[in-house]
């Protein structure tokens, strides 16, 4: 039987936490998902993830989190970051760096499903090199299960297309995010691993990824610091939706998502 896993963009404050309380099951009824994986590391106000806003999603239906670079913004949750198994961040930030890079979860039908989250460097941090990350990573992972899900945290689409290349048949699916801006390149690679360049945001759509207009345009106009506050308008989900032959760990399909609320 195939394994259809779902995958929501970046959540971005608290309008896209409402939005995944309103429709999320909806999503879950129409597409038969049996699993739903979100990038968290916005949901709280916009920047970084608390140990609320984290059981707030899990209560309306998301099964495992992953991040990114913002996971470390609200300081009082890295204890729960530590201790909470549903919470991955990029495997390839330093040893002893607290929490997981990869978990492993179960689908209500008893399928084990492995969840890595990687980070890019092009653009970004200084981190370890997430292709020899994802390489020690998944073959812990291939103990388990054949079926493994890939959240690439990254801006550089040169870094996220070539990391899709180099794990191509030998994970389920490698799925963008970071940007906010959900692209139209999805596809099987020939070694059937699912790929999208980024799979968007959830949260307002009237912004300048997810925050507020005029915050975004006063500080590229001034070259100033400036506050930004999470937009509220034009609510929408963006979100991708895979199915994995559950015997190969190979995708069968994949089909994006951008539905208004």
Known sequence: MPVKLLFIGDIIGKPGREALSRELHRLIDRHMVDLVIANGENAAGGFGLTAET????????????????HIWDKKESLEYIKREERIVRPANYPEGTPGRGATLVRTPGGVKVGILNLEGRVFMNNLECPFRSADREIAKLKEETPIIFVDFHAEATSEKVSLGWYLDGRVSAVIGTHTHVQTADERILTAGTAYLTDAGMTGAFDSVIGVRKEDAIEKFITQRPAKFEVAKKDIRINAVVIEVDEKSGLSLSIERINAAV
């Open 54 to 69: 984290a059981q707030e999603l899990f209560k309306c239906g998301v099964q495992v989190l992953t991040s990114g670079n």
